[in-house]
């Protein structure tokens, strides 16, 4: 009886024993998978820019999102597509009511207008090029400007203001409370219920080209020279 039950309290012993291995077994598995990095996104090339691809829940991959490359020296760099590739050599006095447009033999890309209310300024750039700049009328104290990133949400070639009753031709709308670019007469002294007023055939050249969409950048004091990034 005796050996009986110390075969039993062995046996007993050495199950135990087992079982126990098994778990620990079990448990470094899972620490294991726990700790191994996860596959990292697909990747793609956007004109030599990474793009990465998250996978959605429902397997299905949104639109590709350009992200900036990384220079080791200088961090983060845009794409070419937001830098300034050309400045527009003026040499006439840049008064009120002057513009100049030189579009030829620029390549065609994303149209990006940049508006400086201290310069009293516009540029437009297409492809990272300016080919457009002009001097501004723009907000009165009474109804200033916006600063900001707006796109250009609707585009009337006779619009008259509901508001004011005024004629805007060449109408490009930037918010929903009025205020837009369109063809004023630009002289010193004159001011907009916060509207970018400038010159009739400028506005007709960049009516023209812009559509819904493209972004205006309205700064105050951001002036912009070569290589610098537009957005």
Same mark, same amino acid.
């Given at each position: 009886?005796?050996?009986?039950?110390?075969?039993? +309290?062995?046996? /007993?012993?050495?199950?135990?024993?087992?079982?126990?291995?098994?778990?620990?077994?079990?448990?470094?598995?899972?620490?294991?998978?726990?700790?191994?990095?996860?596959?990292?996104?697909?990747?793609?090339?956007?004109?030599?820019?990474?793009?990465?691809? =998250?996978?959605?829940?429902?397997?299905?991959?949104?639109? =590709?999102?350009? %992200?900036?490359?990384?220079?080791?020296? *200088? #961090?983060?760099? $845009?794409?070419?597509?937001? *830098?300034?590739?050309?400045?527009?050599?003026?040499?006439?006095? @840049?008064?009120?009511?002057?513009?100049?447009?030189?579009?030829?033999?620029?390549?065609?890309?994303?149209?990006?207008?940049?508006?400086?209310?201290?310069?009293?300024?516009?540029?437009?750039?297409?492809?990272?090029? %300016?080919?457009?700049?002009?001097? +501004?009328?723009?907000?009165? /104290?009474?109804?200033?400007?916006?600063?900001?990133? @707006?796109?250009?949400?609707?585009? /009337?070639?006779?619009?008259?203001?509901?508001?004011?009753?005024?004629?805007?031709?060449?109408?490009?709308?930037?918010?929903?409370?009025?205020?837009?670019?369109?063809?004023?007469?630009?002289?010193?002294?004159? #001011?907009?219920?916060?509207?970018? #007023?400038?010159?009739?055939?400028?506005?007709?050249? $960049? @009516? %023209?080209?812009?559509?819904? #969409?493209?972004?205006?950048?309205?700064?105050?004091?951001?002036?912009?020279?070569?290589?610098?990034? +537009?957005?």
């Amino acid at each position: 009886m005796v050996e009986k039950i110390a075969y039993r +309290i062995s046996a /007993s012993v050495l199950l135990v024993a087992a079982l126990a291995i098994v778990a620990l077994l079990v448990m470094g598995l899972t620490r294991a998978d726990a700790g191994s990095p996860a596959a990292p996104p697909p990747q793609t090339q956007v004109n030599g820019t990474a793009v990465v691809e =998250p996978i959605m829940d429902d397997g299905a991959a949104p639109e =590709p999102v350009l %992200e900036a490359t990384v220079d080791s020296e *200088t #961090g983060p760099v $845009l794409s070419d597509r937001f *830098t300034v590739k050309r400045i527009l050599q003026i040499d006439e006095p @840049f008064v009120h009511g002057y513009y100049k447009w030189d579009d030829e033999g620029v390549p065609d890309g994303e149209l990006v207008v940049t508006v400086d209310l201290k310069a009293e300024s516009i540029s437009v750039f297409r492809a990272g090029y %300016e080919i457009g700049a002009a001097v +501004i009328t723009f907000g009165d /104290s009474e109804k200033p400007t916006p600063t900001g990133v @707006f796109p250009i949400t609707q585009k /009337s070639k006779d619009h008259v203001s509901n508001i004011y009753g005024s004629p805007m031709p060449y109408m490009m709308r930037l918010t929903n409370d009025g205020v837009a670019i369109h063809a004023s007469d630009v002289k010193w002294g004159w #001011g907009t219920r916060g509207c970018i #007023g400038v010159p009739l055939e400028f506005a007709r050249l $960049l @009516f %023209e080209q812009a559509k819904l #969409g493209d972004r205006v950048i309205v700064t105050n004091g951001k002036m912009l020279d070569l290589g610098d990034a +537009i957005l």
